[in-house]
């Protein structure tokens, strides 16, 4: 004989983290309103299942329920528990002095973790999401987002400019394999990111377009997409205002990043970038808040001269003095700190 405790826990468990009501109910198991099932139901919605954390009453007396997502206990320690090693991304190499960003020295990057670029407009991010794709072509990444496709005849096709950036790099990065097929994967994703995740690859998303009314949903975009990655990393673009200290999103976008990274203008020179390590949550030695400047050359595609930069002693970083504009730093702010030692 079937129960309706039963039959009532089946219906549920399909219907963990939804708001159901009674009436729903009574028409899926069939109880007759009025009835002594009927009474049952009432009791077991209101008690027996409440105290067994299965649901919990909207406090309306109104006949809704939330059904609760469960949850089950992790064992943390146990034989042959495994441990997440550090996950091998390969940094952006500066391409005048052939060496690796030496932020790669001190970041550890680990399976599973996200990494935010906040950039403001024209400022580097496609450069340094490319760029990020190049050194880990052999990883298969997976590329989305609004800058690298077009709808054309009906079907997607490769923007022509992000083909242009392709073919300036081709020179020292393989993009196919022997066979004449692609080593990473484009997607013509712009939104609902999460879904079209590769799970255990590196998920380069450039960028994520939201309304100014609704930065706050970032939080959970990103989270979304963090825990889609497996053990895969992900690597998500955001917009950023001239002029402010976060991204937008603000502490919404800190909430799930792992590692986040700021790029900023540099000078009068629109190819000359300030990036600045904003957080990272696991280092080999001292590196939020460091700052760094850089020149994109050959089409915004290759990394020249990447050096640690620091706030100018002279202005102490407001880029003027009392005679106009600074002559330590030229109105930079910021003077590399090689000239400091």
Not at 108 to 137: F, P, Q, Y
């Amino acid at each position: 004989m079937e129960y309706l405790i039963d039959r009532l826990k089946d219906y549920l468990g399909g219907c963990q983290g939804r708001i159901v009501n009674l009436k729903d109910i009574r028409v899926v198991l069939e109880i007759k309103p009025g009835s002594k099932e009927d009474t049952l139901l009432r009791s077991h919605m209101s008690k027996t299942l409440v105290v067994e954390r299965i649901v919990v009453p909207s406090g309306r007396n109104d006949g809704f329920y939330k059904v609760v997502k469960q949850a089950h206990p992790v064992r943390v320690f146990m034989p042959n528990r495994e441990r997440s090693p550090v996950f091998d991304l390969l940094w952006p190499v500066d391409r005048k002095r052939d060496c690796e960003m030496e932020i790669g020295e001190a970041i550890v990057v680990r399976e599973g973790d996200l990494i935010t670029i906040g950039g403001v407009k024209s400022k580097g991010k496609t450069a340094l999401c490319l760029n990020i794709i190049a050194r880990n072509i052999d990883k298969s990444p997976v590329l989305m987002g609004n800058e690298y496709t077009i709808l054309s005849g009906g079907k997607f096709e490769p923007a022509p400019r992000f083909l242009n950036r392709l073919d300036a790099m081709s020179s020292w990065v393989s993009w196919v394999n022997d066979e004449g097929y692609d080593k990473f994967v484009l997607l013509p994703v712009r939104e609902d990111y999460a879904e079209h995740i590769y799970r255990d690859r590196i998920n380069v998303i450039d960028w994520i377009n939201l309304d100014g009314d609704r930065s706050y949903d970032i939080s959970k975009v990103l989270e979304s997409i963090k825990a889609a990655v497996g053990r895969g990393v992900g690597i998500a673009v955001t917009q950023k205002g001239e002029g402010t200290v976060n991204a937008r999103g603000g502490q919404f976008v800190r909430d799930f990043s792992d590692v986040e990274i700021l790029l900023d203008g540099y000078g009068d020179y629109d190819d000359d970038v300030l990036l600045t390590v904003k957080g990272c949550k696991e280092k080999t030695s001292p590196i939020v808040g460091r700052t760094y400047a850089y020149r994109l050359v050959n089409q915004g595609t290759e990394i020249w001269d990447f050096r640690e930069v620091k706030k100018c002693p002279q202005c102490r970083g407001t880029g003027y003095t009392r005679g106009g504009t600074c002559d330590g730093c030229s109105g930079r702010k910021f003077v590399d700190k090689e000239k400091l030692l």
